[in-house]
Structures are given as C-alpha cells and as structure tokens.
C-alpha cells in the first residue's frame, strides 16, 4: 500500500468539503436574491452574508455538537440492552409506558431479542 495515498485522501475530502460549502453558499446567495426580494421585499445579500447565513442555520437547527456521531449513541443503546437483565427490560418498559402513554412494542434497533 502506498504510503502517501492516505494523506492524499484526507486532503481530497478536505478539499471538496470546502468547495461544497462554497458551492452551496452560492446556491444559497443565488436563490435567496432570485427570491427573497421580490416575496417579502427584503435587500439583496452578499456571497459572505449567504456563508454566514449557512453557519447561522447550522448552529441554529443542528446545534453545535461534538465528539461522536449518532452511529456510536445507537450502539451504546444496543449495548446497554444487551446487557439489562429481563427484570430491568420489564422496568424500562414499564417507565417507557408509563412516560409515553402507549406499551412500549419492542426491542430498540439493532438489539438483540430475547429467547
């Protein structure tokens, strides 16, 4: 294997994570003055002000989260499953019922079923 070819690779995904921040960035510039102005009659706005509009979004509906994706928080709900004895899987069904306000109906995704 070559040596050189995993920091090429880290690179080309760095470089088309920023063009396509850029790219939508336009997109977004474009669409909002193709339509914005003339719907509720609002200014035009800059490729800048589009970019910060992308990172204003971001931060506002998504939130600023770090450390693990979402992958690694449904293997720790399998794990943790995995690992309840029945007795604790009747209780979290109970509270689940309890809480909801409908029966809890089956084993979260992924979670190996009972025998």
Do not use: H
């Not at 995993?6 to 995904?13: E, F, G, L, M, Y």
């Not at 997109?27 to 490729?47: H, K, Q, T």
């Not at 069904?93 to 029966?103: N, V």
Request: proline share 7%.
């Amino acid at each position: 294997m070559n040596r050189n070819f995993r920091p090429r690779k880290i690179a080309r995904i760095i470089t088309m994570v920023i063009v396509g921040i850029l790219g939508f960035s336009l997109i977004v510039m474009l669409l909002w003055n193709a339509l914005m102005p003339d719907i509720f009659g609002m200014r035009l706005i800059s490729y800048w002000q589009a970019l910060g509009l992308l990172i204003l979004s971001k931060i506002l509906f998504t939130g600023m989260r770090g450390g693990p994706g979402r992958g690694w928080r449904k293997e720790a709900i399998r794990d943790k499953w995995a690992n309840m004895t029945p007795e604790e899987r009747e209780r979290f069904k109970e509270e689940w019922s309890r809480r909801c306000g409908k029966p809890f109906t089956g084993n979260p995704p992924g979670a190996p079923t009972q025998a």
